[in-house]
């Protein structure tokens, strides 16, 4: 990521993320409530430097049951503490208890009549800790984490799916593109079939924001522009771009980036004109998405975000952030508008 371009114009401060597990401090906020009845238990789990996968082999493992017969809403990161929900079968825990270790605390269970499913929270809570940052000078730094809070709280962050999603080496999408194209490509398990996939519609997405970022486009609307209502979440096509624009900066609309797939809502004139040229670039077509159909549907994404319960502080050795997010934001996007770089980690 360390070619997209930053929203802010702020100096960066640097820094080092998850110098220890405790700077990292994720705690999800759910869509719902389990209602206590069902054959589903909700577990409310907190770890610490415990990654998503090694916590559903451990459930399975504990319970003696299927990975698959476990749900989450979203997987966590591994170098934090987090607090997070899991489902699993009624009939598999008599004691929640057990699944309790030095790095796992089960928190509250309750019952619920489905299993959770990836995507079925509201968000997650962040207070994150950036130590070792580059200004020594606490006045300066104040300064400068006003002014970027500031800006952020007035203009949102750039909703850039973070380096995480692209792996490692940051080439899981070279698999993706791959397969789009109709290129031969390495026997892949399910999961990595998906996320390959979801990788490639991600760069493609991230190309679309730093391109709508160089032309100043971010905050102003284009006739055929796709825009989701804040309220109910329904999309639709700007025709008249003055009155759009008026909805959209008061909040009650956001401009949206194309998740490339036969559902995906359609841009008109100049919007679709840009979307069309980044397909072109990765040499697609809109018709390599039918190949997986199933697993690229297409949707449409958030330009910006505007975190919730927003605080930044100067502390001793660094800065903490606290804010809330919505389902699928990165904090990562938002914490490389301080840092001006991707934060070591």
């Not at 700077?23 to 238990?41: M, R």
């Not at 892949?188 to 190309?207: I, P, T, V, W």
């Not at 069309?276 to 809109?286: E, K, M, N, Q, V």
């Amino acid at each position: 990521m360390d070619h997209l371009p930053f929203l802010t114009d702020t100096p960066g401060i640097g820094g080092q993320l998850k110098v220890q597990p405790e700077d990292f401090v994720v705690d999800e906020v759910p869509l719902y409530e389990a209602c206590g009845e069902g054959e589903f238990l909700y577990l409310r789990i907190r770890k610490r430097e415990v990654s998503a996968t090694d916590l559903i082999a451990h459930i399975a493992q504990t319970l003696e049951i299927s990975q698959s017969e476990i749900g989450v809403a979203g997987r966590k990161d591994r170098r934090a503490v987090t607090t997070q929900y899991v489902s699993v079968p009624a009939r598999s825990v008599e004691d929640p208890s057990r699944l309790s270790t030095d790095q796992i605390e089960v928190i509250e269970s309750k019952r619920h009549g489905n299993k959770l499913k990836t995507g079925h929270l509201a968000g997650n809570r962040f207070e994150i800790v950036l130590r070792d940052v580059d200004i020594s000078d606490a006045t300066e730094l104040r300064q400068i984490v006003e002014t970027t809070s500031e800006a952020i709280g007035r203009l949102g962050f750039l909703n850039y799916y973070g380096e995480q999603r692209f792996g490692r080496g940051d080439d899981t999408d070279s698999d993706g593109f791959r397969l789009l194209r109709g290129e031969h490509v390495r026997r892949l398990g399910k999961n990595a079939l998906r996320f390959a996939l979801s990788a490639a519609q991600s760069r493609m997405f991230n190309d679309w924001v730093a391109e709508r970022v160089s032309d100043s486009l971010t905050h102003k609307l284009l006739p055929g522009d796709v825009m989701q209502v804040v309220g109910s979440g329904g999309c639709f096509v700007v025709e008249d771009a003055a009155t759009e624009q008026a909805r959209f900066d008061n909040r009650e609309t956001v401009l949206t980036g194309p998740i490339f797939g036969p559902k995906m809502r359609q841009p008109a004139g100049e919007p679709a004109t840009r979307e069309a040229a980044i397909l072109d670039r990765f040499g697609l077509t809109p018709d390599a998405f039918q190949r997986f159909r199933k697993l690229t549907s297409g949707t449409r994404r958030p330009l910006l975000v505007w975190p919730g319960d927003f605080a930044a502080e100067v502390i001793d050795g660094g800065v903490r952030l606290s804010f809330t997010l919505p389902s699928g934001a990165y904090a990562t996007a938002l914490l490389r508008e301080f840092t001006k770089q991707e934060p070591e980690s």
